[in-house]
């Protein structure tokens, strides 16, 4: 039986690479038998400035209520997007501030320095575009953008393992070497269990 799986496309525009990437990405999935969502943030109606402290305080709008549904339902998730400046896309980061919320996505307790990670029992893929070439990201930057999705977003609100491909440089790349990564976000669609 197939999983259901909520796949975001984090990059803001939905002619890019990341879109192709995310497309097959689905493609796959859906070919493999799993039941599956593409959530564009390109597309969704949010403010993704977090504007105060206490979340509350910002009512979120109908589509990050509907991202939330999703999230709850998904039992596994694949955030597609490019590094920019060594992060995610701010559109990302903006969804995930306003999503991932205390309460939703985790929960502290008083007399603990650890959280209720709220999301457990799910797993997660990042699909990652870079320019830099990958070899240098890894070991020269540290791979801040994906370290940051990986560890301190997914990974502190329970979600893992979270599986990893980085694909570039982009920039300049042929048409050859981009239906090879999209081969690659293919077969990694097809181990999903």
């Known amino acids: 039986m197939g999983k259901k799986i909520l796949v975001v496309l984090g990059h803001p525009s939905n002619e890019s690479f990341c879109s192709a990437l995310a497309d097959t990405y689905v493609a796959a999935a859906k070919a493999d038998g799993h039941d599956v969502q593409l959530l564009r943030l390109a597309n969704l109606n949010f403010d993704p400035i977090l504007h105060y402290s206490k979340a509350h305080l910002q009512p979120l709008e109908a589509d990050l209520l509907a991202a939330q549904s999703a999230i709850k339902w998904a039992e596994h998730l694949t955030f597609v997007y490019p590094i920019w400046w060594g992060g995610a896309p701010a559109l990302l980061k903006g969804f995930i501030d306003r999503v991932f919320l205390s309460g939703f996505a985790f929960k502290f307790h008083r007399g603990s320095p ?29 791979m801040p953008g994906i370290h940051e999705m990986r560890k301190t977003t997914l990974e502190f609100c329970g979600i893992k393992p979270v ?21 690659k976000a293919r077969l990694l669609a097809g181990k999903i269990r």
């Open 163 to 183: 599986k990893v491909l980085t694909f570039g440089p982009v920039m300049d790349s042929q048409d050859k070497q981009r239906d090879g990564w999209l081969a």
């Open 114 to 142: 650890y959280p209720e990670q709220l999301l457990k029992g799910r797993t997660a893929h990042l699909l990652v575009t870079v320019d830099t070439p990958p070899w240098y990201f890894r070991w020269i930057y540290r």
